[in-house]
């Protein structure tokens, strides 16, 4: 695996390195050890699929609070998204800033979100699978998100002809406080 580290402080995009033969293709996707030397959290407790029939489809921004902020990693298994990270870390050198990346099911990036970031995505078409792996499990009452469009931010997103549930809608602006 090929670990690139983004303008954020701990976040990645991780590429795979494809061995190819006669008979296609072959890569490791995920290594515990691999991401230990690299400073990652290489703890997997869930796993869960977005599927998103439409494209412009946003889901985000969202994160769970201590103690159960959860390092993610993100791959998108089918389709092609807009994929955006921002770090909440009040001590870090990159507090409230932003990245994004595309990730799709042919160039099979993925983007490992540390603990304390926000993270969503937009899809850039139909039919769209995205894989999330959690260090953590999830904990309703620690799940916070802000909005997409939260002026603090100011995230530039491909399109904002968007599908977008009421509670991602409805989330209020972030408070640093």
């Known amino acids: 695996m090929i670990f690139k580290e983004t303008k954020l402080q701990g976040a990645y995009i991780i590429e795979p ?11 490791r996707s995920f290594c515990s050890r691999d991401f230990e030397s690299h400073g990652l959290n290489g703890n997997i407790s869930q796993c869960s699929i977005s ?14 609070k201590n103690p ?26 990159t507090f409230k800033q932003w990245a994004s990346v595309e990730i799709s099911d042919e160039n099979r990036k993925m983007v490992y979100i540390p603990e304390g970031f926000a993270h969503g995505f937009q ?8 894989i999330y792996h959690m260090s953590q499990f999830y904990s ?14 100011k995230i530039k997103w491909p399109s904002e002809n968007l599908v977008i549930s009421l509670k991602d809608q409805n989330y209020p602006d972030f408070k640093s406080s």
């Open 17 to 27: 390195e494809m061995l190819i033969d006669e008979r296609g293709a072959f890569a």
């Open 51 to 64: 599927v998103n029939e439409r494209k412009n489809t946003l889901r985000g921004m969202h994160y769970q």
């Open 68 to 93: 159960y902020a959860e390092a993610k990693l993100v791959r998108c298994s089918r389709g092609v998204i807009y994929d955006v990270i921002v770090d909440l870390r009040y001590d870090s050198s």
């Open 123 to 130: 899809t850039l078409t139909d039919d769209t699978e995205v």
């Open 140 to 153: 309703p009452s620690h799940a916070d998100g802000f909005r997409w469009n939260d002026p603090s931010f």
